[in-house]
C-alpha cells in the first residue's frame, strides 16, 4: 500500500506545481481577490476529475492485460517527457510566468472548467493513473483507495499552497520557486522510470 500512496503523492506534487492553465488562473485569481477568495479553487481537480476518471477507468478495464502495460509504459514515456519539460522551463527560467490574459474567472466553478477543459487530467487518468489504479484494485481495493486518495490529498493540498505562496510571492522570492520546478522534474523524472520498468518487468 506504501508503493502506491507514495506514487500517488509524488505525482500529485509533481503536478501541481508545474505551469499551466489552473496555475495561471490561481494566479489571477490572488492577484485579483486576494488569497482567502482564492482558497476554494483549489477544490477544483475533485469535481472535474470525477466524470474523467470513471470514463477512462471503465474503457481501460476492457482492455487486455498486455494493452495494459504497454499503456503504463507510454506513461512511464510522458513522464520522463515531462521531466524534460519542467528541466526545460528550470534552465530557461525568467521569473513567474503570470500572463493570463482577459477576465480572470471569479468562482469555483469557472475554476473547475478550466481544469476540465485542461488535456492533463485526461493524460494522467488514461496513460498514468489509470493503468496503476487498476493494477493496485486487482491487488487490493485499498491499494486503488490509497493511491486516488493520495493523490487529490497532495493535488489539493498543494494548490492551496501553492495559492499561499502567490500570495507571499515576494517573501517567496525567486529562487525558492524555482528551486521547486527542478524538485518537480526530478520527481517526475524518477515516477517515469519506475513506470517504464514496471512495463518492461
Not at 115 to 124: K, R, S, T, V
Request: charged share 10%; hydrophobic share 55%.
Amino acid at each position: 500500500m506504501v508503493e502506491y500512496l507514495a506514487f500517488g503523492c509524488s505525482f500529485a506534487f509533481a503536478a501541481a506545481v508545474q505551469p499551466g492553465p489552473l496555475q495561471a488562473f490561481l494566479f489571477s485569481r490572488v492577484a485579483e481577490k486576494g488569497v482567502r477568495a482564492t482558497l476554494p479553487a483549489s477544490l477544483a481537480p475533485l469535481v472535474s476529475d470525477g466524470p474523467i476518471a470513471l470514463v477512462v477507468l471503465l474503457l481501460l478495464k476492457s482492455l487486455p492485460a498486455g494493452m495494459s502495460r504497454i499503456l503504463q509504459g507510454a506513461g512511464g514515456v510522458l513522464l520522463l517527457y515531462f521531466a524534460y519539460a519542467a528541466f526545460r522551463e528550470w534552465r530557461n527560467w525568467a521569473g513567474a510566468r503570470s500572463e493570463t490574459g482577459g477576465t480572470a474567472p471569479h468562482t469555483l466553478w469557472q475554476a473547475v472548467a478550466i481544469n476540465f477543459l485542461n488535456p492533463n487530467p485526461y493524460l494522467g487518468w488514461s496513460l498514468i493513473l489509470g493503468p496503476k489504479a487498476l493494477a493496485a484494485w486487482r491487488l487490493s481495493p485499498f491499494y486503488a483507495a490509497a493511491l486516488v486518495g493520495g493523490f487529490y490529498a497532495t493535488m489539493v493540498l498543494m494548490l492551496a499552497l501553492t495559492i499561499l505562496l502567490f500570495g507571499t510571492a515576494r517573501i517567496l522570492g525567486e529562487r525558492a520557486r524555482r528551486t521547486l520546478l527542478l524538485l518537480s522534474a526530478a520527481t517526475l523524472a524518477v515516477l517515469g522510470l519506475i513506470s517504464v520498468a514496471g512495463a518492461v518487468a
